[in-house]
């Protein structure tokens, strides 16, 4: 019993260690509407292009959070494919499935196979609206190896999505 809750204090520990080394961005950059967090393993930045564009540090895997046109979650997922279309062969995906997050977001999320240049990579693209009249995606991309090290990476980092008040609230 004293070996589990050492264990449980030392996971404790190092989660908040990393909680406070962690980096939050506000998005989009010119009128934030949401809150995204990164821990301190991770490297993460509003590029000029108005995109978050993140990576774990020293991985060939990312993902990127961006605004699109689409005026629901479907559409912004097909807005989205048609992009990966044009970077990725022989893909093969899943039948978009939903989810809430506990700050009360919901996700329509879409997993697929593909390949870049004749490598494996397994994507995801996500979508959400915080007032279903402005859409956002997240696209995220790796090696099946790297997926399956940052996938509960990438959970916490959609988890952590939060709506800001505006002015107006």
Same mark, same amino acid.
């Given at each position: 019993?004293?070996?589990?809750?050492?264990?449980?204090?030392?996971?404790?520990?190092?989660?908040?260690?990393?909680?406070?080394?962690?980096?939050?961005?506000?998005?989009?950059?010119?009128?934030?509407? &949401?809150?995204?967090?990164?821990? =301190? !393993?991770?490297?993460?930045?509003? /590029?000029?292009? $108005? @995109?978050?564009?993140?990576?774990?540090?020293?991985?060939?895997?990312?993902?990127?959070?961006?605004?699109?046109?689409?005026?629901?979650?479907?559409?912004?997922?097909?807005?989205?494919?048609?992009?990966?279309?044009?970077? &990725?062969?022989?893909?093969?995906? =899943? !039948?978009?499935?939903?989810?809430? /997050?506990?700050? $009360? @977001?919901?996700?329509?999320?879409?997993?697929?196979?593909?390949?870049?240049?004749?490598?494996?990579?397994?994507?995801?693209?996500?979508?959400?609206?915080?007032?279903?009249?402005?859409?956002?995606?997240?696209?995220?991309?790796?090696t099946p190896e790297a997926d399956k090290k940052y996938t509960e990476d990438v959970a916490v980092i959609v988890k952590s999505i939060t709506a800001l008040k505006s002015d107006d609230d």
């Amino acid at each position: 019993m004293k070996m589990k809750t050492i264990a449980l204090f030392v996971m404790l520990t190092v989660s908040l260690a990393g909680l406070l080394q962690a980096k939050t961005l506000k998005f989009p950059k010119d009128n934030p509407q &949401f809150s995204v967090t990164f821990t =301190s !393993d991770w490297k993460a930045e509003i /590029t000029d292009a $108005g @995109i978050i564009s993140a990576q774990p540090k020293g991985a060939a895997y990312a993902i990127s959070i961006f605004p699109v046109q689409a005026t629901n979650a479907k559409g912004a997922i097909e807005e989205t494919m048609k992009e990966v279309e044009k970077r &990725f062969e022989s893909i093969k995906g =899943s !039948d978009p499935s939903e989810f809430k /997050t506990e700050n $009360g @977001i919901k996700f329509l999320e879409r997993d697929l196979t593909a390949k870049d240049k004749g490598s494996p990579r397994a994507l995801a693209i996500l979508a959400f609206s915080l007032d279903k009249q402005t859409y956002f995606a997240i696209f995220q991309a790796g090696t099946p190896e790297a997926d399956k090290k940052y996938t509960e990476d990438v959970a916490v980092i959609v988890k952590s999505i939060t709506a800001l008040k505006s002015d107006d609230d």
